[in-house]
């Protein structure tokens, strides 16, 4: 038996407890039934809080104190037989009682990558990024509040053509069982999954921003599978408006944009508080009924419209518009409403101080099942360290976030 089965080092990253490193990692490894597996997985996850910088694997085995770990991390990150979803469970339902989250927060994450053989690596534009990049995209589901967010699932986006070439599955050994799917419905799968029995969690609306997809295919997905969804959409989507207090909308559609302009003069300020600099700033938010094209052309002859609640947020002194979110919980007020939709950047906040540092997109195999073995991991160590930050400032729940 190597050295990889000593207990976990004390070169902690942060000021995470060492003893807390080691509970929780047991605790969420408890599913892998090998001991030397569960090990390895504590070794694992000590090095993504203690390495700095890039988490190869040569690093992160470094931790062990010999060479001879970086073989036996390897195998267990890609070639191991261990189950990431039962670790993500039991990460889901440990998060779910101690953090409260008021909502799933969907989020995309894009990896970039030099060559072509990491598994789901294509060439795709990047809006943010002005420009065509080579990596891999993913999405993840996460459980947050407004003090604290984390990852709990992920669903990588697998393009035609690695699911079309059968050397390419053979050598990324993906599964039969994984079939093709578009952005939106691999987007969509990652926080629908979160709604089934073997999860246990308690449900709460999806939030997402949806700019970069297809906003109608998302909505009839989510309505489909009866989820309530709080989604951030692009001025110019097509809508058609169904309150009465707007007179002229009749059957047309109107952009996104033009509608809630004709809503703005019954918006009310409120304060929020920025995530990013802590301190509250002012908005104009108000809403307005509406629908999609899309649902009332697919609709049964004779049904009522399904309606949905389009909500804007005024910024700046001048009062420009700044977002727009769409809704089918049309009856839960606008303000609240947005106040959802900006838990969205709790989690941008939360990828880029915790998840970021802790190799979220540092997985240098090629394999299917290693990505998601890494990612899973690595979703155990961002929550290692926000309830580590969330005991030190005493949250209100603080007490019971190791328990």
Same mark, same amino acid.
């Given at each position: 038996?190597?050295?990889i ?16 490193v ?6 969420? =490894?408890?599913? /892998?039934?090998?001991r030397?597996?569960?090990? +390895?997985?504590?070794?694992y ?55 409260? #989250? ?13 060559g ?12 943010? /990024? ?25 669903? %990588? ?11 390419r ?13 578009? =952005?939106? =419905?691999?987007?969509?799968s990652?926080v ?8 246990? %969690?308690?449900? +709460? ?15 009839e ?20 408006g169904?309150?009465?207090? %707007?007179p ?10 033009? /509608? ?14 920025? #995530?990013?600099?802590?301190?509250? +700033? ?9 629908t999609? #094209? ?9 049904m ?9 947020g ?9 977002? =727009?979110?769409l ?6 007020? #606008? ?6 939709? +900006? %838990? ?16 979220m997109?540092?997985?240098?195999g ?5 990505w ?7 979703s ?24």
């Open positions: 038996m190597d050295r089965e000593k207990d976990v080092p004390d070169r902690i990253w942060g000021d995470v407890a060492d003893d807390f080691t509970d929780f990692s047991r605790r969420m =490894l408890a599913s /892998l039934k090998r030397d597996q569960r090990a +390895r997985g504590e070794w996850i000590a090095g993504l809080l203690s390495v700095p910088g890039r988490k190869s694997m040569r690093a992160l085995a470094s931790v062990a104190g010999q060479g001879a770990a970086e073989q036996s991390l390897h195998h267990f990150i890609s070639d191991s037989s261990w189950d990431w979803q039962a670790v993500r469970h039991a990460l889901a339902r440990h998060l779910d009682r101690v953090v409260l #989250p008021q909502a799933w927060v969907l989020s995309s994450m894009a990896v970039p990558k030099a072509a053989h990491s598994v789901g690596v294509e060439e795709s534009f990047r809006t943010e /990024l002005g420009r065509v990049v080579n990596g891999q995209r993913a999405y993840g589901a996460w459980l947050a509040n407004e003090d604290l967010s984390a990852p709990v699932n992920w669903r %990588l986006f697998l393009p035609p053509g690695w699911l079309d070439d059968q050397e599955r053979r050598r990324a050994k993906i599964p039969d069982e994984v079939a093709g799917a578009s =952005l939106e =419905l691999c987007a969509v990652a629908v999954e979160l709604a089934g029995t073997d999860w246990g %969690l308690r449900r +709460r609306p999806a939030v997402l921003d949806a700019r970069e997809l297809d906003a109608t295919v998302l909505v997905e989510f309505a489909r599978r009866g989820v309530p969804f709080v989604m951030r959409i692009g001025g110019a989507t097509r809508l058609i169904l309150d009465p207090g %707007l002229g909308l009749g059957e047309r559609m109107f952009q996104a944009q033009q /509608l809630i302009e004709r809503a703005k003069r019954s918006s009310r300020r409120v304060g929020w508080v920025d #995530p990013d600099y802590s301190i509250t +700033r002012s908005i104009l938010v108000g809403g307005t009924r509406v999609m #094209p899309s649902i009332r052309r697919h609709g049964a002859p004779g009522p419209e399904r309606a949905l609640t389009l909500v804007g005024w910024a700046g002194a001048k009062g420009q518009l700044a977002e =727009l979110w809704s089918n919980m049309v009856e839960v007020p #606008p303000v609240a409403l947005l106040r959802l939709g +900006r %838990l969205t950047r709790r989690v941008a906040k939360d990828f880029t101080g915790v998840s970021a540092k802790v190799g997109r540092d997985f240098e090629r394999s299917y099942a290693g998601h073995r890494h990612a899973t991991l690595c155990v160590a961002h929550a290692i360290s926000v309830l580590s930050s969330a005991r030190r400032q005493g949250f209100d729940h603080s007490q019971e976030l190791s328990a």
